[in-house]
């Protein structure tokens, strides 16, 4: 029988939607770039450029933009129109505006075990967009904390959950990334619960842990409360 003390949830793509506002804007982005280069090619070319800029910039819109107008140096050659550039500037403000809609089942499943456990929301990215789709979507009254880290690592949920809690080993991790949510929560001795969404990004791809006994895979977030009167 499990205790579980403290809820841990991911943000993008689990409390609301996230990725598809970056393949929207990707599409544009192709659009813009399609005399330069095909499709496949400048997919090809921009997540290279952010799997090298995540390092420097972090995660989030502002680090996609920088990615989006390197890539279009490159594959142009050094010659792309200063109104491609300033395109591109204006899809990276318009994602920083973008509505956040929450997911089905989010705010039943906050409302039912909120009572119970204490709810940490647990995001990374940048500090000023994530801060924002926080109070935009009208989540933050649910949450006893609300933290934005520039990695989610192992050591992170061992301090959030101790710091929020009364450590891992009694918190239930819940997200849609298997690298970032789900593998190292359940390294610090956590429980974790993935709730996949349709769209991935290439960069948070990993395989499910196997054979794990703290390992769980919802079918989507209004499993939870189910979840967690099995393991009570």
């Known amino acids: 029988m ?3 003390t403290t809820l841990g949830f991911d943000a993008d793509d689990t409390l609301w939607h996230n990725e598809r506002v970056f393949r929207l804007t990707e599409e544009r982005f192709a659009s813009l770039l399609g005399d330069y280069t095909d499709k496949d090619h400048l997919a090809e070319r921009l997540l290279a450029a952010e799997k090298r800029n995540v390092l420097h910039y972090g995660y989030g819109v502002k680090g996609f933009t920088l990615s ?3 890539t279009a140096i490159e ?4 010659q792309v129109p200063a109104d491609v550039i300033a395109e591109i500037l204006e899809a990276g403000r318009e994602m920083m505006s973008h509505p956040v809609e929450p997911l089905p089942y989010v ?3 906050l409302n039912k075990v909120k009572a119970s ?7 990374k990215g940048d500090l000023f967009d994530q801060e ?3 109070t935009a979507s009208g989540l933050d009254v649910y949450f006893d ?7 989610k690592t192992d050591e992170t949920y061992r301090s959030l959950f101790s710091r929020h809690g009364s450590g891992p080993g009694e918190a239930l991790m819940i997200g849609n990334s298997l690298k970032s949510d789900i593998l190292p929560a359940l390294d610090a001795g956590a429980y974790g619960a ?5 769209l991935t990004w290439a960069l948070e791809e990993a395989d499910e842990p196997r054979g794990h006994d703290r390992f769980y895979r919802l079918d989507h977030i209004g499993k939870v409360p189910q979840l967690l009167a099995r393991l009570s």
């Open 2 to 4: 499990a205790k579980i």
């Open 68 to 70: 989006m107008i390197e």
């Open 75 to 78: 594959v142009t050659d050094r």
């Open 107 to 109: 705010e039943e499943t």
């Open 117 to 123: 456990f204490k709810l940490v929301l647990i995001t």
């Open 132 to 134: 924002r789709k926080v």
């Open 145 to 151: 904390a609300i933290e934005i880290v520039s990695e």
């Open 194 to 198: 993935h709730v996949p969404y349709d």
